[in-house]
């Protein structure tokens, strides 16, 4: 079992190298915290190397758009790959209803696939719970 946690520690790292260039929080910030027991979706769009300029772009209008009306997120977080076509975003969220209630609600895919469609993508989902913070004092 602890194999399996360790594996799954490891999704970040298999994205290479990335660049943010994209971030927002509640508190007005442009950085995104997170502390021991938030939860963090993380979903990950793949395209060609010639699009992803224009999916960064188009990654950007769905954050800046759906950001502040999004219920039960705190922070978010875009990030463009380095040296593989992708864009990796991170978002903190209150509680794990306000993640799941996110991703599977009809209303969040009519309205991102517009930004997307033009794209050949590959898209993923992963879910964390965050364990352990350096600097947090509650353990």
């Known amino acids: ?28 910030s ?54 593989l076509p992708r864009v990796v975003c991170i978002q903190v969220w209150q509680s794990l209803q306000f993640c799941y209630s996110w991703i599977l609600s009809s209303d969040h895919r009519k309205w991102m696939m517009p930004y997307l469609e033009r794209f050949s993508t590959d898209m993923k989902y992963d879910i964390f719970r965050v364990v352990y913070v350096s600097g947090d004092n509650s353990l």
């Open 30 to 83: 442009l950085t995104v915290k997170f502390s021991t027991g938030d939860i963090i979706s993380m979903n990950k769009v793949v395209t060609t190397t010639k699009d992803l300029d224009d999916l960064c772009y188009a990654v950007l209008a769905i954050f800046r758009s759906r950001f502040s009306k999004t219920e039960g997120i705190t922070g978010g977080l875009c990030m463009k790959g380095q040296s």
């Open 1 to 28: 079992m602890l194999t399996n946690n360790v594996t799954r520690m490891a999704v970040l790292v298999e994205h290479n190298f990335l660049d943010a260039y994209a971030g927002e929080s509640r508190d007005g």
